[in-house]
């Protein structure tokens, strides 16, 4: 398989995958500690992947949707992580951080993808009270819809991580990276421990 038909499928799987945050089952497979080891298996990095995916979400797993807040999305900072090492040659430390920024920067996609699916309420119900009841091809549509826009989202982001991997003098910001980096799984427990303490105080 060549380096960026991996690219399309790795994004493709993104796509499928990401449709489980909301869509489809909520089985938990669209999570980065999932995610990034199944994108780094099948770009020969299973290791990195895993490591990448893993310290995501213990960054991301106390990010709590509410009302209409939309959170970082995890499945677009996996795949744009785990691609941008892979296959555009990035440092994982750099890597991460770009999944962190993609993930973030996809929220403002995803709410408008919201508000759309929501304007469809009207229109459903008029077919409904006219004796049409097609509900199939609104849910499909709704899952095409959201499945095309992290497919191409993950893929504009490893054709950004490309880019940029051209950049002449880029390794200078590794070791600023690095030692960022390696604060993460420190930063990402500690955040568990006051999530996990907060929550015993409760129940006690």
């Not at 199944?38 to 770009?43: F, M």
């Not at 993808?113 to 004796?131: D, F, H, K, P, T």
């Not at 490309?162 to 930063?187: C, E, H, I, K, N």
């Not at 955040?191 to 303490?197: A, N």
Request: with cysteine; hydrophobic share 50%; proline share 5%.
């Amino acid at each position: 398989m060549t380096e960026w038909l991996r690219v399309l499928v790795s994004a493709a799987l993104a796509g499928l995958l990401g449709l489980d945050t909301v869509q489809a089952g909520q089985f938990l497979l669209s999570r980065p500690a999932f995610l990034g080891p199944v994108l780094g298996w099948l770009n020969g990095c299973p290791l990195e992947g895993a490591r990448l995916g893993i310290l995501i979400e213990l960054l991301y797993i106390d990010f709590i949707p509410v009302g209409g807040v939309v959170p970082p999305n995890g499945t677009a900072a996996a795949a744009a992580a785990v691609l941008a090492y892979s296959c555009c040659g990035i440092a994982p430390s750099l890597s991460f951080f770009m999944g962190l920024a993609a993930g973030a920067a996809f929220s403002p996609a995803e709410y408008r993808l919201r508000s759309a699916r929501s304007a469809w309420g009207g229109r459903i119900e008029n077919e409904v009270s006219s004796g049409v009841f097609a509900l199939r091809r609104w849910v499909a549509m709704a899952m095409l819809t959201e499945n095309a826009a992290m497919t191409a989202y993950v893929l504009a982001c490893t054709g950004l991580a490309a880019l940029l991997a051209r950049v002449p003098g880029l390794a200078r910001l590794y070791p600023g990276t690095d030692f960022a980096y390696s604060l993460m799984p420190w930063l990402g427990l500690s955040g568990l421990y006051f999530r996990f303490r907060a929550q015993i105080y409760k129940k006690g």
